[in-house]
């Protein structure tokens, strides 16, 4: 027992932080130092590896002794080293910020500053006194980084408070938190509402830059004010227009809300017989609000609904891919257009209206236009489109979708272009396709017909037919130029000489070649006109590159 008694109290063990660059003093010149107090205390001391980054040097023997190595350690180091501590005033709200997630910003601070240790208080005490420890140059860096990083956590830190009534929160947090998101942008401010289980309901905490926070108070201030004269109000709204205002998840109501201070707008539930919509908020939002619904209540009485007649197998050309055509007219015009059902064929053959569009339902009753009361020709039921909206809007609807009914042309080019416009691999033809958004048919070469077809929309056909015609004159001025760069011109050179005018290699040849762009052809020898020299070209160059050759 006396043994293992004997062998705790020789176990005692502690970490002595001593600055890396210091332990070669603990050490000594040859070890003197470090063996000198381990034969005096009785203890073993290790220092970490040369590779480790840890500062700390370990004592184990009994408690005393182990106290007694540390101080003469320490002592050395302090000596040695000029190592003193100082304390800084740092408020405890900022601690959390200052050391950083998983103490990464503090520990940033020491690496930085040669290695200083920082200690803040522990979270149960109320000092504000944070201590750093090191080289006096190493600590005063320290220091001003604590002081700076606290400074610039105060500047962001300015708060202020208003009341505001728990109702009236939703108000000035607006629809989705519009409003709200809006003054923190603007202020750069944090404004924190209480919560369910705060004490005091009223109370709105802002917290940023003190100017910010000023004019998100008076913001603030200025929006309670308002709210805190919110009223209930009503107006009348025909029920057969309550769906446009609550479809598409009530997109429109949204949209009003938002754009007139959040008041609240409530329309009757679908199937209850009643006009009353009932809006709340502050008196001027309600009465903004209720002008904006008036307005489009106005749009929805003036709309009419007019029938374009295209025959049904152009009405997915008419659409467009996945409806982008027809989407297009609708958001230019602001109208609602419906096609009828694919397989739909019933005839429209009644008498007194009109075709092709001139017939008109207006507020659910039917008009002729014009005073014409002629009957038409039947009119398959599956050929109507409807358009819905103002009646300006309408007809300009219509008119893009006529405009948008394919037609065919015909368009001269001679078969020999043919495969120009075609193109290699049909190239041409395809960027021509996809530019202009329509069909180009060609006709088989067995028939060596001179035209082509160009089917697409009346305006896309005209822009494709110009883009052909500029190709066939492309074409035209091709051909002419081949035709000039064709002009043949021989003369004759005694054979003795033509070595000369090739020269070595070729090189001599070549270069008239290449100054006036012809092609010249020598003869063989032994050929019947051996003396012959050809040169092709444009007729000038070709005139050119003679008078060299003879010269």
């Known amino acids: ?27 000594g010149k040859g070890g003197a130092n470090i063996r000198k107090i381990r034969e005096e205390t009785n203890t073993q001391i290790d220092l970490p590896a040369e590779g480790d980054k840890s500062d700390n040097i370990i004592i184990t023997g009994k408690k005393e002794n182990v106290e007694d190595a540390r101080e003469r350690i320490l002592k050395i180091q302090n000596e040695q080293a000029n190592i003193i501590s100082e304390e800084v005033s740092i408020p405890p709200k900022f601690y959390n910020s200052i050391i950083g997630t998983g103490g990464k910003l503090v520990k940033h601070i020491m690496d930085e500053c040669g290695g200083v240790q920082i200690k803040f208080p522990s979270s149960d005490s109320k000092s504000d006194k944070v ?8 600590v005063d ?16 830190s300015f708060t202020a408070e208003v009341r505001a009534k728990p109702q009236h929160h939703k108000y000035l947090i607006g629809k989705s938190g519009a409003t709200i998101r809006k003054l923190r942008e603007t202020t750069g401010c944090r404004i924190i509402f209480p919560s369910s289980s705060d004490e005091n309901q009223e109370l709105i905490t802002i917290i940023g830059k003190q100017e910010g926070v000023q004019k998100a108070k008076a913001e603030l201030e200025a929006y309670i004010k308002d709210i805190d004269n919110v009223v209930e109000d009503e107006m009348q709204v025909d029920p057969q227009y309550h769906r446009h205002f609550v479809s598409r998840r009530g997109e429109i109501l949204q949209r009003i809300s938002e754009e007139c201070g959040g008041v609240s707008i409530s329309f009757p539930r679908p199937g209850v ?8 908020g502050a008196h001027e939002c309600i009465q903004s609000a209720k002008l904006k619904i008036q307005e489009i209540v106005e749009d929805l009485e003036s709309m009419v609904t007019i029938d374009c007649v295209i025959p049904q197998k152009f009405h997915r050309t008419v659409m467009g891919q996945k409806g982008c055509k027809v989407q297009e007219i609708t958001s230019r015009f602001d109208v609602q257009i419906k096609f009828p059902e694919r397989n739909f064929q019933e005839e429209y053959s009644q008498p007194n209206e009109f075709y092709d569009g001139e017939h008109t339902t207006e507020n659910g009753e039917s008009n002729l236009v014009n005073g014409d009361a002629n009957p038409v020709p039947s009119v398959k039921a599956c050929d109507i489109i409807r358009i819905t909206g103002k009646p300006e809007n309408c ?25 120009s416009i075609i193109g290699q691999k049909g190239a041409s033809i395809k960027e021509l396709s996809e530019r202009f958004d329509i069909h180009i048919e060609v006709p088989n070469s067995e028939d060596q017909l001179n035209y082509i077809k160009i089917t697409g929309t009346s305006e896309a056909v005209e822009s494709a037919k110009v883009a052909v015609d500029e190709k066939i004159k492309e074409i035209d001025a091709e051909k002419e130029d081949r035709a000039l760069r064709s002009y043949e011109l021989e003369f004759e050179v005694d054979p003795e000489f033509h070595p000369k005018i090739i020269g070595k290699r070729g090189l ?4 008239i070649r290449q100054t006036h762009n012809v092609q010249i052809t020598f003869p063989r020898r032994g050929d019947e006109n051996e003396k012959v020299i050809k040169v092709v070209g444009y007729e000038d160059k070709a005139i050119a590159a003679k008078d060299e050759i003879l010269k």
């Open 141 to 156: 860096r320290a220091k001003q980084q604590l002081l700076e990083l606290a400074s610039e956590r105060e500047q962001n």
């Open 273 to 280: 017989p009643s006009d009353r919509v009932v809006l709340k």
């Open 1 to 27: 027992m006396k043994l293992v008694k004997e062998i705790n109290e020789s176990s005692f063990s502690i970490e002595v932080p001593i600055f890396k660059q210091y332990h070669k003093l603990v050490i």
């Open 395 to 419: 007809e300009a609807a219509k008119e893009a979708l006529i405009n948008n009914i394919p037609i065919t042309i015909q368009v001269d080019v001679p078969f020999e272009y043919h495969r």
């Open 131 to 138: 201590q750093i420890r090191g080289p006096q140059e190493d």
């Open 508 to 511: 001599v040849i070549n270069k």
